[in-house]
């Protein structure tokens, strides 16, 4: 375990971190840490939890994050990252928790995240992603948690999210999203928080 989290570190990532390769928690977030995540990181296969979130990491994220297959929390929320997610992350069947929101992501979301059926909060929004939200989503049968707001997401709600029966808070506000409200909504029996705003919804409230 290797816990920095909560200080003033600055600076880049030194890459000899990928030798630590028995480390099972890297908890970085809340620093003025700066540059590219290193590919190196995801050499640490042991890893359960990765934490970088609310620093200043710039560019993509590495392909090579598909290696990190032990992974349960991944939290990357609150940095400038860009370019597109890659579909790698799909590979990450693990997670339960995977927080990318407030970022400057971009591209669609991968199908891929259909194969994380441990997955109970995800965390998308405040970035630029654009296209459909994948019928995929509907396969994440644990998910309590979904925001996808503020972005620029588009198309129809697929009906599929019906499925997601622990459904507790899905956050769709601040996109393109048009069409009705697909009916399969009324089977989320445990949702609490529902926001559907600033959309191009139409047609009648089921």
């Known amino acids: 375990e290797l816990d920095l989290s909560e200080n003033s570190f ?11 390769t028995s480390l099972n928690y890297l908890w970085l977030s809340d620093n003025n840490l700066n540059g590219t995540v290193p590919t190196e990181v995801c050499e640490l296969s042991w890893l359960v939890e990765l934490h970088l979130g609310n620093n200043s990491f710039t560019g ?69 992603l654009t296209g459909t939200l994948p019928t995929e989503l509907g396969q994440v049968f644990g998910l309590t948690e979904l925001y996808v707001n503020n972005n620029n997401l588009n198309g129809t709600l697929p009906t599929e999210l019906g499925r997601l029966e622990g459904l507790q808070r899905l956050y769709l506000q601040e996109n393109m999203f048009t069409g009705t409200l697909p009916t399969e909504l009324g089977e989320l029996m445990s949702l609490e928080e529902f926001n559907a705003t600033e959309n191009e919804f139409s047609g009648s409230i089921p």
Not at 103 to 117: A, I, R, V, W
Request: negative net charge; proline residues 5%; without cysteine.
């Open 10 to 20: 600055t600076g880049t990532l030194p890459t000899k971190l990928g030798q630590l």
């Open 60 to 128: 993509n994220l590495p392909t090579e994050i598909g290696q990190l297959t032990e992974l349960r929390a991944l939290l990357i929320n609150l940095n400038q990252l860009n370019g597109t997610l890659p579909t790698e992350l799909g590979l990450l069947t693990k997670l339960g928790f995977f927080y990318l929101g407030s970022n400057s992501f971009s591209g669609t979301l991968p199908t891929e995240f259909g194969n994380l059926t441990d997955l109970l909060k995800l965390e998308l929004s405040e970035n630029s």
